[in-house]
């Protein structure tokens, strides 16, 4: 990887003269997952390269220290290099060159898995440089990497189990939007107080926190305050065992239909496997969608031999940025494998990128994750404040680039929130101690 290679860019040639990393942070509320609890704040690093020409390319990635850390690693390959350049002097870092590692499959909470950490940090420069680009050409970035096939992005209602609480400390806590939810009564609740702000057709609920029986019982009253029209998925991230993933795919067959899919119910492909042929055994076709056990190019021969996995969840910002997300939409067309999109509590920068490379991306067969209904606009970096979402979809602007530029006076409200908070990495397990119950800690299977 050398950077001064594109100082033969050509006569086209732009040069990155500026790269700066803010580390900030935004108030979440006391989310529940098999991780454990969300702390007061989620942490996220928000990247610039700026042009000779003044123009500047940005990205928002995974927070905290170790990511800031490797991007900082990178400062002598990106200052003097060309946008257009960049991304392939740097491809080792996608293309299992630097890190050696070919799969990635991980138990961590996204964002600390260190066997990605290279191919988030490729992602976090390839999304700015395609920024960059879109702004100096006056082409947004969907069109740019292959043209939009949707002009619309269909994101999920993603609620999930909560204390009280809307995130934030001291005097900075937050009003809470949605009230405690621990129950499938106050979390049907929850769902509608959010379709009716953003409209979303399809629901991804996260579980793994209370028995499978209660939250069997809250995909049922889901189905029936609904309806039949809306898809529903469960995502108990690993916390059930072979068996009681059977037993709540046989229970959920119906409600998991139509749309619907049963998200990393176990650990591990060969689990998958196991759940997969045994539901198929009795009639059901419910299919096993994962963010857990296919986190690589590297995961895909096995969980293809095995048919571990039917659905698999893309994200730029771990799976190598936009481009690797359109090829990993190839292969898994290529398979018969489905594709939909997960997320991470995020601000609107990463919101428009999830929404350009879904824009581009045709083989994407399910609405999209997001975390973003969970973050208020007291915390939104771009300018402009909150990214609307209409009938549950992010419409692609028409502006230059991801659409999307930097309100500075809130940048720096968010830096000086990450400075003066005590978290420096997202740990779920150490909050749950600390509120919940003192000797918690993470157990795969849980039941
Ligand atoms: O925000 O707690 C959370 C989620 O559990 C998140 O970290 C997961 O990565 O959304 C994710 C998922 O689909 O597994
Ligand atoms: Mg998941």
């Known amino acids: 990887m050398n950077g001064k290679r594109t100082a033969t860019c050509g006569p086209f040639f732009m040069r990155i003269r500026e790269y700066r990393i803010h580390s900030i942070a935004m108030a979440d509320p006391p989310l529940r997952s098999s991780y454990g609890l969300h702390q007061p704040y989620a942490l996220r690093n928000v990247i610039e390269l700026e042009s000779e020409d003044g123009i500047i390319g940005i990205a928002e990635t995974y927070g905290g220290e170790q990511p800031a850390a490797a991007l900082e690693a990178i400062r002598q390959q990106v200052l003097g290099s060309c946008p257009y350049r960049l991304t392939g002097d740097l491809s080792l870092m996608v293309e299992g060159g630097t890190s050696g590692h070919e799969r990635s499959q991980t138990y961590n909470v996204p964002g600390e898995n260190p066997l990605d950490a290279d191919a988030r940090t490729y992602s976090a420069i390839e999304t700015a440089c395609l920024d960059l680009i879109g702004k100096s050409v006056g082409k947004s970035v969907c069109d740019l990497?292959?043209?939009?096939?949707?002009?619309?992005?269909?994101?999920?209602?993603?609620?999930?189990?909560?204390?009280?609480?809307?995130?934030?400390?001291?005097?900075?806590?937050?009003?809470?939007?949605?009230?405690?939810?621990?129950?499938?009564?106050?979390?049907?609740?929850?769902?509608?107080?959010?379709?009716?702000?953003?409209?979303?057709?399809?629901?991804?609920?996260?579980?793994?926190?209370?028995?499978?029986?209660?939250?069997?019982?809250?995909?049922?009253?889901?189905?029936?305050?609904?309806?039949?029209?809306?898809?529903?998925?469960?995502?108990?991230n690993c916390a059930w065992s072979v068996d009681t993933s059977v037993k709540v795919g046989q229970d959920l067959a119906e409600e998991l239909s139509k749309g619907g899919y049963l998200e990393d119910p176990c650990v591990g492909l060969d689990g998958m496997a196991e759940v997969r042929r045994r539901l198929l055994a009795d009639g059901i076709d419910t299919p096993l969608a994962s963010n857990v056990a296919v986190t690589s190019f590297g995961d895909i021969p096995e969980a293809v031999r095995q048919d571990a996995v039917q659905v698999v969840l893309c994200d730029h910002h771990y799976w190598g940025g936009m481009r690797q997300v359109q090829q990993l939409a190839r292969v898994c067309r290529t398979f018969g494998i489905g594709l939909s999109m997960h997320s991470n509590s995020h601000l609107g920068v990463s919101l428009m990128a999830m929404a350009h490379v879904a824009s581009a991306t045709s083989h994407l067969t399910?609405?999209?994750?997001?975390?973003?209904?969970?973050?208020?606009?007291?915390?939104?970096?771009?300018?402009?404040?909150?990214?609307?979402?209409?009938?549950?979809?992010?419409?692609?602007?028409?502006?230059?680039?991801?659409?999307?530029?930097?309100?500075?006076?809130?940048?720096?409200?968010?830096?000086e929130r990450f400075l003066t908070c005590p978290y420096r990495k997202r740990d779920d397990e150490a909050e749950m101690r600390k509120h919940v119950d003192s000797e918690w800690t993470r157990k795969l299977p849980r039941w």
């Open 145 to 236: 990497i292959g043209g939009r096939v949707r002009e619309r992005v269909p994101f999920s209602a993603y609620p999930f189990y909560k204390h009280a609480g809307g995130g934030g400390e001291g005097e900075d806590a937050r009003e809470d939007e949605y009230g405690e939810s621990l129950s499938p009564e106050a979390l049907v609740g929850q769902v509608q107080q959010m379709r009716e702000q953003y409209g979303f057709g399809s629901i991804k609920f996260k579980g793994g926190v209370l028995e499978p029986g209660v939250e069997v019982e809250t995909i049922r009253q889901l189905r029936q305050a609904l309806g039949q029209a809306v898809p529903l998925r469960i995502d108990p």
């Open 366 to 415: 399910y609405a999209c994750d997001t975390h973003y209904p969970w973050q208020s606009a007291i915390d939104e970096i771009a300018e402009g404040g909150r990214i609307p979402i209409v009938e549950g979809c992010v419409a692609i602007p028409d502006k230059p680039g991801l659409g999307v530029t930097l309100d500075y006076d809130q940048l720096e409200r968010g830096k």
